[in-house]
């Protein structure tokens, strides 16, 4: 047996994380599977590089666990065509080889944990927790930014839509960064021939607000937004 068993923690919440195990040998993967279905979410399995690939694909798994010598194809070339798609893809290789050759090959591939076989338990769930807290990381930080990006969104539909004088100017260099229709229609410019210039050219900022005083004609117009 290339695992042994052993006292573990099991979390009482499931990791909401994937696993590929890709192993020739069907009790190292019947092993991984329901060692590993207990710490995550789920676990699915290939029996050689080529189909590990494939399920690497299409299964989208959040990590993978490689063996080396398998038929058909092998650990480091599974690992070197995972990180061609995602160079920071989480991969753990777990193998009986300790051949120098082969461990060199995987650092230069980057790969984010190497366990000799046989393994223990809690061996293989400390490797699995190491990636799973990079995933999750890396899933709240995309979340974050399309919350981020999706709440901007909302302002500038509210800053367009809105039937007052509205722009946007650096505290700091006084740019302008944006402007609604209207101040293109008051000023009549268009945006790309406001956006990026001063606001002094513009307007002038009298008592902590901002006085808009169009500058045509030599006949000031004033608003105040």
Known sequence: MSFLSSKFTIPAVKLPIKILCVDDDRSVRTY???TLSTIVEDVVEAENG?????MYLSDKPDITLIDVQMPVSNGVELARKIRQVDPEHAIIVCSVMQD????IDF???GIDSYLIKPVYAQ???DAVQQCAEKVLQKRQDIADKERQQASLEAFY???ENTTEVAIIVSARTRTILAVNSIVCSILQRTRSELVGRNADDFFVQS???WVKILRM??????YVG
Request: aromatic fraction near 14%; glycine fraction near 6%.
């Open 32 to 34: 991984i599977r329901t």
């Open 50 to 54: 080529e189909e590990g690939y494939a």
């Open 100 to 103: 120098s050759h082969t461990f």
């Open 107 to 109: 650092i230069d591939i």
């Open 123 to 125: 061996q293989l769930f």
């Open 157 to 159: 539909q509210m800053f």
């Open 207 to 209: 008592n902590l607000r």
């Open 217 to 222: 004609n030599m006949n000031p117009v004033g």
